[in-house]
T-cell receptor
């Protein structure tokens, strides 16, 4: 059990570009979450998967954001046409059931 | 919908002393969990302590304990014998047992003075 991993750890992109982040949850965790965290704030929920099914999406998740979890294993979060307001830490977390969530180290996105 | 409020943006404590971090929450759920997470400067969030709402007994984990007041919807964290390694952001969170999507507060920055 190596914990939740995220790739890349840092991403700098120009406004208007598309970016994709990857999350590998702890193996056998069927629940996977994406959160966004900006400086001085707590994590804000974006979306949640149970296995491969995306069960809930926050209103924060605009049409430019899409997340997938093919085969119920790793997940990707894509942001299209990035804006400066998208600059944040994107956190992935996984959970075995109705229990605590385990966070990854996050991907820090900077949009210039 | 759930909301979590942490009214203390920053707290400080002397090493070896005790500090209490406050948290209030609001939920329409009858069955839920409460958590305190720690986020050190490296920014990987780790669980400090959890409490199931149906349990009246306050959770404890070594130097960390909670004061869970269900009627008041209050969930404070007490850190005893504070250590330099306790310096971090602390986030209070709640999650309904049914949907289980944790909602986080804005955090309290804990500074530990040697």
């Amino acid at each position: 059990d190596t914990g939740v991993s995220q790739d890349p750890r840092h991403k700098i992109t120009k406004r208007g570009q598309n970016v994709t982040f990857r999350c590998d949850p702890i193996s056998e965790h069927n629940r996977l979450y994406w959160y966004r965290q900006t400086l001085g704030q707590g994590p804000e929920f974006l979306t949640y998967f149970q296995n491969e099914a995306q069960l809930e999406k926050s209103r924060l998740l605009s049409d430019r954001f899409s997340a997938e979890r093919p085969k119920g294993s790793f997940s990707t979060l894509e942001i299209q046409r990035t804006e400066q307001g998208d600059s944040a830490m994107y956190l992935c977390a996984s959970s075995p059931a109705r229990d605590q969530v385990y966070f990854g180290p996050g991907t820090r996105l900077t949009v210039t | 919908a759930q909301t979590v409020t942490q009214s203390q943006p920053e707290m400080s404590v002397q090493e070896a002393e005790t500090v209490t971090l406050s948290c209030t929450y609001d939920t329409s759920e009858s069955d839920y969990y409460l958590f305190w997470y720690k986020q050190p400067p490296s920014r990987q969030m780790i669980l400090v302590i959890r409490q199931e709402a149906y349990k009246q007994q306050n959770a404890t984990e070594n130097r960390f304990s909670v004061n869970f007041q269900k009627a008041a919807k209050s969930f404070s964290l007490k850190i005893s014998d504070s250590q330099l390694g306790d310096a971090a952001m602390y986030f209070c969170a709640s999650g309904a047992r049914g949907s289980y999507i944790p909602t986080f507060g804005r955090g309290t920055s804990l500074i530990v003075h040697p």
